[in-house]
């Protein structure tokens, strides 16, 4: 009953050649693709096909229900006839499945509708064998209908990437087919379009709305040396940007693929139904049929009586309710996610970060920004800061290190201009020095107070080492041989550090953990500001496997927050692996478990809640069917319930779990309100 996504994800249809601009007939590359729009609609859904059968069954049910009733002198098999018309329109698809699954060695779910169905006409009930074979076809047409809605947020992305590109070509502006784009292509947007292909701007300014991908609604701003992706909408500006991915390989592209083989694969729960239901639907034949033989022989009941009994029996414990209630749900938490940016690689996934008690963050790049910045300037007595800075910034000007890039960074922002310095060089391990207006400027590493034999009681040596003992950087600045001062540099937390890991432990989480190869005290720094429990430092990529691996022990179930980069081994051995701001980042795509495409921390508990959301609507439907199973079934045995009885209610309550799964698309996901969030869907 559930068909898999179709296998086709960025392909465009073929188009042989370039068009030239202006050309009539070509459409424009924020149109959605006329081509493959009317290709699907001329391929009819498998929720329109069983709505067709469900509508024939439903109309020959009524034409002969009414010979019945409104015309008695009508002979009976014109009714008969009627009914099995019925049979053949809404049982049709079901028997087709039911020999499919014959030939494979099993009984499924519609061996046992249709095989009582079959039994209620033997017994000359045509008209409730019908009413069986149209309700059952009604519930599969409205399981597929609701599951189809769990797919939307794939098609649309589908949809996303424009049908063709203006690409520059020997000093002409052509029209090419998106799906012939090709690295080093050099590709024209227009304000307004949306973006063909990966790539990275080379002329050009605009803001980018990377909804589509991310889930956030906040333009971002691209100019030269700025990477876009396929499928966003540029603004109000022109971009001129340089193919670097060919269409199949595309951010887009390769997030459907995940999504789609997401969505194929199964999870814990559902192996689980799966394997029941082979088992419990030969247990519900077996038990039908002694139901069936035990009373007429021991003289307990007509065998007619007992036929159909056990022919209401193969209806109300067929576990229809119990096998859609799995992937209702789980495939509308994968959507969900994708919709709001959080990538699950699997329903195993969704379904283990709900139990996660544990979450541990790489410090570099996930809790913080990832790059040094100046937090203090230090001048010696009779220096200014403003001073101070210049002349580091400017013997720094040349140099490529990350420090020297934090300090000229720092220095610019705040409008100082910078002398222009001579005889630059540069010291592994020391520093790097330069003239600057006469002076002889070196800047580096505290070893230059050794270097230049600065008494050990000097007040900039003290000053090193109550800025080292708080976790920070420290640049000494020389001038002809005597100190002027101390800039002070930090990886800084990210903004959202703080909250996110409050929004954490507001939702439960038992121990946040931060593990880093930094020095301890730059860690326990980072680790007040931020409030996590526990840090860890100076670990290799080894150590933090084993402190993965402690966790586990010691709590339980932990989930591992990295870039995806150079945390892949604790990724690996964690629970569940979650790479960070995965948009455009190869390998978070490929080897974490969860991909958070936003460069956002509230992501984190974002997928954390929408786990648990769907584990707990996974719950609510798991024990709704079992229940109405177990209620019908004890009510067959003790009497009183009719076929037509038995079918409502065990239909109804397939179609119950399959709607309830659908909340989950609606839902609104961690407890921080962000009322300007966009989802991918709805930017489409």
Same mark, same amino acid.
């Given at each position: 009953?559930?068909?898999?996504?179709?296998?086709?994800?960025?392909?465009?249809?073929?188009?042989?050649?370039?068009?030239?601009?202006? *050309?009539?007939?070509?459409?424009?590359?924020?149109?959605?693709?006329?081509?493959?729009?009317?290709?699907?609609?001329?391929?009819?859904?498998?929720?329109?096909?069983?709505?067709?059968?469900?509508?024939?069954?439903?109309?020959?049910?009524?034409?002969?229900?009414?010979?019945?009733?409104?015309?008695?002198?009508?002979?009976?098999?014109?009714?008969?006839?009627?009914?099995?018309?019925?049979?053949?329109?809404?049982?049709?698809?079901?028997?087709?499945?039911?020999?499919?699954?014959?030939?494979?060695?099993?009984?499924?779910?519609?061996?046992?509708?249709?095989?009582?169905?079959?039994?209620?006409?033997?017994?000359?009930?045509?008209?409730?064998?019908?009413?069986?074979?149209?309700?059952?076809?009604?519930?599969?047409?409205?399981?597929?209908?609701?599951?189809?809605?769990?797919?939307?947020?794939?098609?649309?992305?589908?949809?996303?990437?424009?049908?063709?590109?203006?690409?520059?070509?020997?000093?002409?502006?052509?029209?090419?087919?998106?799906?012939?784009?090709?690295?080093?292509?050099?590709?024209?947007?227009?304000?307004?379009?949306?973006?063909?292909?990966?790539?990275?701007?080379?002329?050009?300014?605009?803001?980018?709305?990377?909804?589509?991908?991310?889930?956030?609604?906040?333009?971002?701003? *691209?100019?030269?040396?700025?990477?876009?992706?396929?499928?966003?909408?540029?603004?109000?500006?022109?971009?001129?940007?340089?193919?670097?991915?060919?269409?199949?390989?595309?951010?887009?592209?390769?997030?459907?693929?995940?999504?789609?083989?997401?969505?194929?694969?199964?999870?814990?729960?559902?192996?689980?139904?799966?394997?029941?239901?082979?088992?419990?639907?030969?247990?519900?034949?077996?038990?039908?049929?002694?139901?069936?033989?035990?009373?007429?022989?021991?003289?307990?009941?007509?065998?007619?009586?007992?036929?159909?009994?056990?022919?209401?029996?193969?209806?109300?414990?067929?576990?229809?309710?119990?096998?859609?209630?799995?992937?209702?749900?789980?495939?509308?938490?994968?959507?969900?996610?994708?919709?709001?940016?959080?990538?699950? *690689?699997?329903?195993?996934?969704?379904?283990?970060?709900?139990?996660?008690?544990?979450?541990?963050?790489?410090?570099?790049?996930?809790?913080?920004?990832?790059?040094?910045?100046?937090?203090?300037?230090?001048?010696?007595?009779?220096?200014?800061?403003?001073?101070?800075?210049?002349?580091?910034?400017?013997?720094?000007?040349?140099?490529?290190?990350?420090?020297?890039?934090?300090?000229?960074?720092?220095?610019?922002?705040?409008?100082?201009?910078?002398?222009?310095?001579?005889?630059?060089?540069?010291?592994?391990?020391?520093?790097?020095?330069?003239?600057?207006?006469?002076?002889?400027?070196?800047?580096?590493?505290?070893?230059?107070?050794?270097?230049?034999?600065?008494?050990?009681?000097?007040?900039?040596?003290?000053?090193?080492?109550?800025?080292?003992?708080?976790?920070?950087?420290?640049?000494?600045?020389?001038?002809?041989?005597?100190?002027?001062?101390?800039?002070?540099?930090?990886?800084?937390?990210?903004?959202?550090?703080?909250?996110?890991?409050?929004?954490?432990?507001?939702?439960?989480?038992?121990?946040?953990?931060?593990?880093?190869?930094?020095?301890?005290?730059?860690?326990?720094?980072?680790?007040?500001?931020?409030?996590?429990?526990?840090?860890?430092?100076?670990?290799?990529?080894?150590?933090?496997?084993?402190?993965?691996?402690?966790?586990?022990?010691?709590?339980?179930?932990?989930?591992?927050?990295?870039?995806?980069?150079?945390?892949?081994?604790?990724?690996?051995?964690?629970?569940?692996?979650?790479?960070?701001?995965?948009?455009?980042?190869?390998?978070?795509?490929?080897?974490?478990?969860?991909?958070?495409?936003?460069?956002?921390?509230?992501?984190?508990?974002?997928?954390?809640?929408?786990?648990?959301?769907?584990?707990?609507?996974?719950?609510?439907?798991?024990?709704?069917?079992?229940?109405?199973?177990?209620?019908?079934?004890?009510?067959?045995?003790?009497?009183?319930?009719?076929?037509?009885?038995?079918?409502?209610?065990?239909?109804?309550?397939?179609?119950?779990?399959?709607?309830?799964?659908?909340?989950?698309?609606?839902?609104?996901?961690?407890?921080?309100?962000?009322?300007?969030?966009?989802?991918?869907?709805?930017?489409?």
């Amino acid at each position: 009953m559930i068909d898999r996504l179709p296998a086709a994800m960025a392909a465009q249809p073929e188009a042989s050649g370039a068009e030239v601009v202006g *050309k009539p007939g070509v459409a424009g590359p924020c149109c959605v693709p006329a081509a493959r729009e009317s290709a699907r609609a001329e391929e009819p859904s498998a929720a329109l096909r069983l709505a067709a059968a469900t509508a024939i069954s439903a109309l020959f049910l009524v034409a002969g229900w009414a010979v019945q009733r409104w015309a008695p002198g009508t002979p009976a098999f014109v009714a008969i006839v009627l009914y099995s018309l019925s049979y053949v329109a809404g049982g049709y698809f079901r028997v087709l499945e039911g020999l499919q699954a014959l030939r494979q060695g099993t009984l499924d779910i519609n061996f046992l509708m249709v095989a009582g169905s079959l039994g209620a006409a033997v017994l000359g009930r045509w008209e409730e064998g019908a009413v069986l074979i149209f309700l059952f076809s009604l519930s599969s047409a409205l399981e597929a209908f609701a599951v189809g809605r769990t797919r939307d947020a794939i098609r649309r992305l589908m949809a996303l990437s424009p049908e063709d590109a203006l690409v520059r070509r020997d000093g002409a502006l052509v029209r090419v087919p998106a799906a012939h784009l090709q690295p080093g292509d050099l590709v024209i947007v227009r304000p307004g379009e949306r973006i063909p292909a990966d790539g990275v701007v080379e002329r050009g300014e605009s803001a980018v709305d990377e909804a589509t991908i991310t889930g956030e609604s906040v333009p971002v701003d *691209k100019g030269p040396g700025h990477p876009v992706y396929a499928g966003t909408i540029n603004g109000q500006g022109s971009l001129e940007f340089r193919v670097t991915r060919p269409a199949g390989e595309t951010t887009l592209a390769r997030i459907i693929r995940y999504v789609e083989e997401a969505q194929a694969s199964k999870a814990a729960t559902q192996r689980l139904i799966d394997w029941v239901d082979r088992y419990y639907t030969l247990l519900v034949v077996g038990t039908a049929l002694l139901a069936f033989l035990i009373p007429p022989l021991a003289g307990l009941d007509t065998w007619a009586s007992s036929f159909y009994r056990a022919m209401m029996l193969l209806v109300v414990a067929s576990p229809c309710a119990l096998v859609i209630s799995t992937p209702a749900a789980i495939l509308s938490g994968i959507a969900r996610g994708a919709r709001a940016g959080v990538l699950f *690689k699997g329903g195993r996934h969704l379904e283990d970060l709900a139990r996660v008690r544990v979450v541990a963050f790489d410090k570099t790049g996930t809790l913080t920004a990832g790059r040094p910045e100046v937090v203090g300037v230090f001048p010696e007595a009779g220096e200014s800061a403003e001073s101070l800075l210049r002349l580091a910034a400017a013997a720094e000007a040349r140099s490529e290190h990350p420090l020297a890039e934090a300090i000229v960074d720092h220095a610019r922002r705040l409008g100082i201009a910078l002398p222009e310095a001579e005889d630059f060089q540069a010291t592994s391990g020391v520093g790097a020095r330069a003239r600057v207006g006469g002076q002889e400027v070196w800047v580096g590493s505290v070893r230059l107070l050794d270097e230049f034999a600065v008494p050990a009681d000097h007040p900039v040596r003290a000053q090193a080492r109550r800025l080292a003992d708080g976790g920070r950087t420290t640049v000494v600045v020389l001038a002809d041989g005597r100190p002027r001062g101390i800039i002070a540099l930090a990886d800084t937390p990210r903004v959202a550090a703080r909250e996110a890991i409050a929004e954490l432990k507001a939702m439960g989480v038992e121990r946040i953990v931060m593990l880093t190869g930094d020095h301890v005290r730059a860690a326990e720094a980072i680790a007040r500001e931020v409030g996590v429990d526990d840090v860890r430092a100076e670990l290799l990529p080894q150590d933090k496997l084993a402190v993965i691996r402690e966790l586990r022990e010691r709590y339980g179930p932990v989930a591992m927050v990295g870039d995806g980069v150079n945390d892949a081994p604790a990724l690996a051995a964690a629970d569940v692996g979650i790479a960070m701001g995965g948009i455009g980042t190869d390998v978070a795509l490929e080897t974490a478990d969860v991909v958070l495409m936003a460069d956002d921390l509230h992501k984190v508990a974002e997928a954390i809640d929408l786990s648990r959301r769907t584990r707990k609507v996974l719950i609510q439907n798991l024990s709704f069917a079992v229940g109405v199973i177990v209620l019908l079934v004890t009510v067959t045995f003790v009497g009183g319930l009719t076929l037509p009885l038995a079918v409502v209610g065990h239909e109804g309550s397939t179609i119950v779990v399959a709607l309830s799964g659908l909340r989950l698309l609606a839902s609104r996901l961690g407890r921080r309100a962000r009322p300007g969030a966009r989802t991918a869907v709805a930017a489409a």
